[in-house]
T-cell receptor, first 114, second 110 residues
């Protein structure tokens, strides 16, 4: 998984509870991404970061916030979890310093919101 | 808006029975088209990147090709270990974000 870890790997929480997912990389890649994967929708981008403290929204960012205080860590927070946020969450990293870059994915976090 | 459509949704093959997966796309200037493999309960694993029409890439029993409107992933003489979901994604010029298709789930029976 290209030096990417995600924690926790599985989480069950209740509606209205705040949840934070962590992505940690050992590759020193500049870009980090959070995706969610749902049946029939494929992977959809939630937020991404292009450097420490530099983040931007993806296509499904409502209800999510992110923070990146160190190159190696990218946090995804659900301020008040809802059942529609039950999903599998993947972190990805890339290094666009070259002319062509590829995104590499972590193992995922399976989140169930009851 | 970039769009990616993969077909078929599911493909069941007998071991040794070659076949192809399709990825149709619309993008405002293609920077790259990516193929990933995903096993159940795991993250997507990078396979190939294609950058221009006519380009081909190969890896073991897999071969990816690209035209201006679609990409094909050919599986030659598949084995049960080729069973997985194959994801296609496009990246537009001037953009680092990927737009994914919903995937094709391939099952290869011995």
């Amino acid at each position: 998984d290209a030096g990417i870890t995600q924690s926790p790997r599985h989480k069950v929480t209740e509606t209205g509870t705040p949840v934070t997912l962590r992505c940690h990389q050992t590759e020193n890649h500049r870009y980090m991404y959070w995706y969610r994967q749902d049946p029939g929708h494929g992977l959809r981008l939630i937020h991404y970061s292009y450097g420490v403290k530099d983040t931007d929204k993806g296509e499904v960012s409502d209800g999510y916030s992110v923070s990146r205080s160190k190159t190696e860590d990218f946090l995804l927070t659900l301020e008040s979890a809802t059942s529609s946020q039950t999903s599998v969450y993947f972190c990805a990293i890339s290094d666009p310093s070259g002319a062509r870059e590829t995104q590499y994915f972590g193992p995922g976090t399976r989140l169930l919101v009851l | 808006e970039d769009q990616v459509t993969q077909s078929p949704e599911a493909l069941r093959l007998q071991e040794g029975e070659s076949s192809s997966l399709n990825c149709s796309y619309t993008v405002s200037g293609l920077r790259g088209l990516f193929w990933y493999r995903q096993d159940p309960g795991k993250g997507p694993e990078f396979l190939f990147t294609l950058y221009s029409a006519g380009e081909e890439k190969e890896k073991e029993r897999l071969k990816a090709t690209l035209t201006k409107k679609e990409s094909f992933l050919h599986i030659t003489a598949p084995k049960p270990e080729d069973s997985a979901t194959y994801l296609c994604a496009v990246q537009a010029k001037g953009n680092y974000k990927l737009s994914f298709g919903a995937g094709t789930t391939v099952t290869v029976r011995a």
